[in-house]
Every structure is written in structure tokens, then in C-alpha cells.
């Protein structure tokens, strides 16, 4: 189907004398047509990002949106602006379907198109803008199509993912069957589940997925079944074919781009409160080439995804095996925190509590506990001290010092 969108696009550039820029609504790159001649400023630095990242950026999408590009029918032509990168001019095709927008073609011009007319208010458009409209209009029904079936997979991993474990075995054969017909996918093939978090759905019914290497079906779930779904925070499972079991890169580039979506983002505090800003994140099971096994990789997932939100050090995208303690933490039920460490963790002694979790991680090691958090010993000893008094625990005791080390770790989940 993508050479299907090449083909098209390539129609629409010959069609204008242009070259054409296929991306989906969330300025994802499809396809492109190849250009003409030696002017290298034909190139801006947009459609340059564009290609090579194949992504715009949200500051780039936010000031393409501002000209109405969501809400058009007709072809609108957008100015140039060298400070934001746009050295020439564009016009806009919608990609819609059936009054969806889907997509967006942006043909460049040098100059030849600015006497085109583009339609609206009672003028007709141009025959060669009205043939590309009509082609945007099949590109349209096409990625209606493979956004329908990318649903139908969607909705299929997300019954195998939430089911009962007595209802399993017939999800599993049910998403193995889609996605032999579907994607002609063989038995056997080496899988892996990434976890994006957090995740805004409102806008992301119906939409087609990105065409990532490997990326096989995606939908959003709660983040935990313990809340109601309206106060839920929403993560995005993405299936993802893997090379070999032991080989995530495929996984990791799938993680990264979602994660650069505009839809992954901070998710709405409880009574509509703005939360206070916390990382998105993405985390990624282990690979298996059993869907049976797919459940259990998702919970792994989600709990890497959960941890790198907690532990900026493990970065943005994580992999299960990667986060430590927090491969027990984030299996327990979520409680209140433990009475002894409930005073340090108020806000008022927020650097007591660093002082003492960057004590425990560095094992106890008093010079390199105030080297990393840049303060002399004795200022060290003085803080470990409230620590004992505010908690009643001996920083001597292992045992007082596991206790006080995993209740600072589950207080950032």
C-alpha cells in the first residue's frame, strides 16, 4: 500500500510541475516526489527535517495548523516565512475521507504556482488543482482503509492484552489469524510490546498508524485497572516485529517515534486539575515469539515505562531488564507510604529525602554521596541525621536501610 501513496504522490507532482510531500495528520511522512533541477534553496529547512527525520516538529505542525489546514476542504496556499524555516511558499491538499482530515500533501512553489487558482468563494479551481484534489481524495480512501484495519488489529491485541486468562487462548488465535491475513505475518516471528506513557486518546480514534518499520498493531489502554476508565491515565501498547528475540532496536525505534507524536503527553489530573508536569516515557518488554507470552511482556512494558517516568536516569526509553528494584516495585498494589518515611517524604524536607536516596544509591558511600550531590561531608552527616530522627531508622541497619531505599523508590511511582 505505501508504493501505492509513492504512486499517487508522484501523479499529483507531475500533475502541478511541483514536488509533492505526502504526511499523515500528525505530519508523519508517507512518501515524497523526487525534485528537479539545481536550486538547492528549494530545499528549506523544513522539508529538509521532514524527510530526513521523517517527522515535523510540534512547533512546525502548531504553525502549519494556524493557517486552518485541519478544518480545509479546498487547497489553501500557505506564504513563505524564512525566520520559521519556510523559505517557499506551500499549498495545502487535505487528505480527507468521508469529512475526515487524514493527511496532508504540500506541494513547494518556486513561483510557477502563485498564479493557480485554488478554488472557494465562488471561483472554480484550476483543472490541474482540481485533478490533484480528486488524487489527494483516493490517498484519502486509502489510508481510511489501512487506518480501519490497523483498528481491527488494534482492537484484537487490546482483547489479548485485557482479557481473562480463561478467554486468552481464543484472543490469541484470533490476533494470529488477523495478522496472517492481514500482514501475511508467519508463525514464530520474533515480537516485542512497547508501552508509551502517557497517552492522549481524544484525538486518536480512527487515525492510521505511522509507518514504522516493524509496528504491527497499537491502541491505548488505562495505565492501571484499579481506576475508574474517565480518570484513568492512558498508555499506547505498540505490537512490534522484531529481527530476533534478543534484538529491540526495532522496538526502541518504534518507542522513540511515538514518543515524539503529539498525542504523548501529559494526561488530565483528576477533577480537571492541570498536573504538574511529569516525563512521557516508553518502556519495552522482553521479546518472545509467543503470543501467549504477549500479557506477561506488556506488564513488563508498562512497569519499564512507569519506572523511567519515576527515575529520569533510566532515560526516556527503557527496557524491563534495565530498571533494577523496579522490577519488584511496580508489580505491588499501590499504597500509602510506609509510616516510618511518611514525615520525610512532605514537601518541606523534599531534600532530605534526595539526600538520603542518593546516600542509599551510591551504597552507603559517604565521599560519593557528596560528590554527586555536591555538598561536603559534614553537611552529609548533619541531613543523614534528621533522616534517622524524622524516620526513627538506623542508616547503620540494612535492614532499616532497605526499608527507607524501596519506600523513596516507590514514592517516585
Not at 502563485?114 to 468563494?121: A, F, I, K, T, Y
Not at 518507542?255 to 503529539?262: F, I, N, T, Y
Given at each position: 500500500m505505501r508504493r501505492d501513496y509513492q504512486q499517487l504522490v508522484?501523479?499529483?507532482s507531475a500533475a502541478l510541475?511541483?514536488?509533492?510531500?505526502?504526511?499523515?495528520?500528525d505530519f508523519g511522512l508517507i512518501a515524497f516526489g523526487a525534485h528537479e533541477g539545481d536550486d538547492d534553496e528549494v530545499m528549506d529547512p523544513v522539508r529538509t527535517r521532514s524527510i530526513l527525520q521523517r517527522r515535523s516538529s510540534a512547533a512546525v505542525r502548531a504553525w502549519f495548523e494556524a493557517f486552518g489546514i485541519a478544518r480545509a476542504k479546498t487547497a489553501l496556499r500557505i506564504p513563505p516565512d524564512p525566520a520559521a524555516g519556510v523559505f517557499r511558499g506551500r499549498i495545502c491538499l487535505p487528505v480527507r475521507h468521508r469529512g475526515i482530515v487524514h493527511g496532508y500533501v504540500w506541494l513547494l512553489d518556486d513561483g510557477h504556482l502563485s498564479d493557480l487558482e485554488l478554488g472557494g468563494r465562488g471561483a472554480p479551481p484550476d483543472p490541474r488543482i482540481a485533478q490533484a484534489m480528486e488524487t489527494a481524495a483516493r490517498i484519502g480512501a486509502l489510508l481510511a482503509e489501512e487506518?480501519?484495519?490497523g483498528?481491527?488489529?488494534g482492537d484484537l491485541l487490546r482483547e489479548l492484552l485485557t482479557c481473562e486468562p480463561g478467554a486468552r487462548r481464543a484472543a490469541e488465535a484470533a490476533l494470529h489469524d488477523a495478522l496472517r491475513g492481514a500482514l501475511r505475518f508467519p508463525p514464530g516471528s520474533p515480537l516485542a510490546l512497547v508501552a508509551v506513557l502517557p497517552w492522549d486518546t481524544p484525538d486518536a480514534e480512527g487515525a492510521p498508524l505511522p509507518s514504522l518499520p516493524g509496528l504491527l498493531a497499537a491502541c491505548p489502554l488505562p495505565e492501571g485497572s484499579e481506576e475508574p476508565p474517565a480518570r484513568a491515565t492512558r498508555v499506547m501498547a505498540a505490537l512490534?516485529?522484531?529481527r530476533s528475540p534478543g534484538s529491540l532496536a526495532p522496538a526502541h525505534t518504534v518507542a522513540e517515534h511515538l514518543l515524539r507524536s503529539p498525542r504523548a503527553g501529559a494526561a488530565p489530573a483528576a477533577g480537571g486539575r492541570t498536573p504538574a508536569p511529569r516525563p512521557r516515557a516508553a518502556g519495552i518488554g522482553t521479546g518472545t515469539t509467543?503470543?501467549?507470552?504477549?500479557p506477561a511482556a506488556w506488564r513488563q512494558a508498562l512497569a519499564a515505562a512507569r519506572a523511567a517516568r519515576a527515575?529520569?536516569?533510566?532515560?526516556a526509553v527503557t527496557q524491563w531488564d534495565t530498571i533494577g528494584a523496579y522490577r519488584l516495585l511496580t508489580v505491588l498494589p499501590a499504597t500509602g507510604p510506609d509510616p516510618a518515611v511518611e514525615a520525610l517524604l512532605a514537601p518541606a524536607h523534599t531534600e532530605l529525602a534526595r539526600t538520603a536516596e542518593a546516600f542509599l544509591d551510591c551504597a552507603g558511600q559517604a565521599g560519593r554521596t557528596a560528590q554527586a550531590l555536591g555538598i561536603h561531608r559534614q553537611t552529609l552527616y548533619y541531613r543523614l541525621g534528621r533522616v534517622e530522627k524524622l524516620t526513627g531508622l538506623d542508616l547503620d541497619e540494612g535492614e532499616d536501610r532497605l526499608l527507607l531505599h524501596?519506600?523513596?523508590?516507590a514514592a517516585r511511582l
Amino acid at each position: 500500500m505505501r508504493r501505492d501513496y509513492q504512486q499517487l504522490v508522484d501523479e499529483i507532482s507531475a500533475a502541478l510541475g511541483a514536488p509533492a510531500t505526502l504526511e499523515d495528520r500528525d505530519f508523519g511522512l508517507i512518501a515524497f516526489g523526487a525534485h528537479e533541477g539545481d536550486d538547492d534553496e528549494v530545499m528549506d529547512p523544513v522539508r529538509t527535517r521532514s524527510i530526513l527525520q521523517r517527522r515535523s516538529s510540534a512547533a512546525v505542525r502548531a504553525w502549519f495548523e494556524a493557517f486552518g489546514i485541519a478544518r480545509a476542504k479546498t487547497a489553501l496556499r500557505i506564504p513563505p516565512d524564512p525566520a520559521a524555516g519556510v523559505f517557499r511558499g506551500r499549498i495545502c491538499l487535505p487528505v480527507r475521507h468521508r469529512g475526515i482530515v487524514h493527511g496532508y500533501v504540500w506541494l513547494l512553489d518556486d513561483g510557477h504556482l502563485s498564479d493557480l487558482e485554488l478554488g472557494g468563494r465562488g471561483a472554480p479551481p484550476d483543472p490541474r488543482i482540481a485533478q490533484a484534489m480528486e488524487t489527494a481524495a483516493r490517498i484519502g480512501a486509502l489510508l481510511a482503509e489501512e487506518a480501519r484495519a490497523g483498528a481491527e488489529l488494534g482492537d484484537l491485541l487490546r482483547e489479548l492484552l485485557t482479557c481473562e486468562p480463561g478467554a486468552r487462548r481464543a484472543a490469541e488465535a484470533a490476533l494470529h489469524d488477523a495478522l496472517r491475513g492481514a500482514l501475511r505475518f508467519p508463525p514464530g516471528s520474533p515480537l516485542a510490546l512497547v508501552a508509551v506513557l502517557p497517552w492522549d486518546t481524544p484525538d486518536a480514534e480512527g487515525a492510521p498508524l505511522p509507518s514504522l518499520p516493524g509496528l504491527l498493531a497499537a491502541c491505548p489502554l488505562p495505565e492501571g485497572s484499579e481506576e475508574p476508565p474517565a480518570r484513568a491515565t492512558r498508555v499506547m501498547a505498540a505490537l512490534v516485529r522484531l529481527r530476533s528475540p534478543g534484538s529491540l532496536a526495532p522496538a526502541h525505534t518504534v518507542a522513540e517515534h511515538l514518543l515524539r507524536s503529539p498525542r504523548a503527553g501529559a494526561a488530565p489530573a483528576a477533577g480537571g486539575r492541570t498536573p504538574a508536569p511529569r516525563p512521557r516515557a516508553a518502556g519495552i518488554g522482553t521479546g518472545t515469539t509467543e503470543l501467549a507470552d504477549l500479557p506477561a511482556a506488556w506488564r513488563q512494558a508498562l512497569a519499564a515505562a512507569r519506572a523511567a517516568r519515576a527515575e529520569p536516569r533510566l532515560g526516556a526509553v527503557t527496557q524491563w531488564d534495565t530498571i533494577g528494584a523496579y522490577r519488584l516495585l511496580t508489580v505491588l498494589p499501590a499504597t500509602g507510604p510506609d509510616p516510618a518515611v511518611e514525615a520525610l517524604l512532605a514537601p518541606a524536607h523534599t531534600e532530605l529525602a534526595r539526600t538520603a536516596e542518593a546516600f542509599l544509591d551510591c551504597a552507603g558511600q559517604a565521599g560519593r554521596t557528596a560528590q554527586a550531590l555536591g555538598i561536603h561531608r559534614q553537611t552529609l552527616y548533619y541531613r543523614l541525621g534528621r533522616v534517622e530522627k524524622l524516620t526513627g531508622l538506623d542508616l547503620d541497619e540494612g535492614e532499616d536501610r532497605l526499608l527507607l531505599h524501596m519506600a523513596l523508590k516507590a514514592a517516585r511511582l
